[in-house]
């Protein structure tokens, strides 16, 4: 059963600093394309973060809210995607979710129907 299981969501204050997991199951993270998005109360789901590795390629995108303050990363033994995110704004409040695409050619924060597996999220708020 293919699952991406999100976690490490907390309440925080401004300033703060989380690490958000991603364990995927049912598929292997090696050669797709795991990104990071993100929704707010009554906002449109944002693209965060996305990263596709393979051999002789490394690609990483950021959005330009976050970009300097969070990385992404995995860890293939793991089979588990990771987001550190620093420096922690109130705006970074939402309900952060995990995404898988097949290969680097859909690595694309801006389109996130590329994605074919997503996680359920995890709630991150950031207080002032």
């Known amino acids: 059963q293919v699952q991406l299981v999100e976690s490490g969501g907390d309440s925080v204050q401004s300033g703060g600093s989380l690490r958000l997991s991603c364990a995927a199951s049912g598929f292997s993270i090696i050669g797709k394309c795991m990104a990071w998005f993100r929704q707010a109360p009554g906002k449109e789901r944002e693209g965060v973060a996305a990263?596709?590795?393979?051999?002789?390629?490394?690609?990483?995108d950021y959005a330009d809210s976050v970009r300097g303050r969070f990385k992404i990363t995995q860890d293939n033994a793991k089979n588990t995607a990771y987001l550190q995110m620093s420096s922690l704004k109130p705006e970074d409040t939402a309900m952060y979710y995990c995404?898988?695409?097949?290969?680097?050619?859909?690595?694309?924060?801006?389109?996130?129907?590329?994605?074919?597996?997503w996680g359920q999220g995890t709630q991150v708020t950031v207080s002032s």
């Open positions: 995404a898988a695409a097949d290969g680097g050619g859909a690595c694309d924060i801006d389109h996130s129907s590329s994605y074919i597996h």
């Open positions: 990263l596709f590795v393979a051999s002789g390629t490394n690609y990483v």
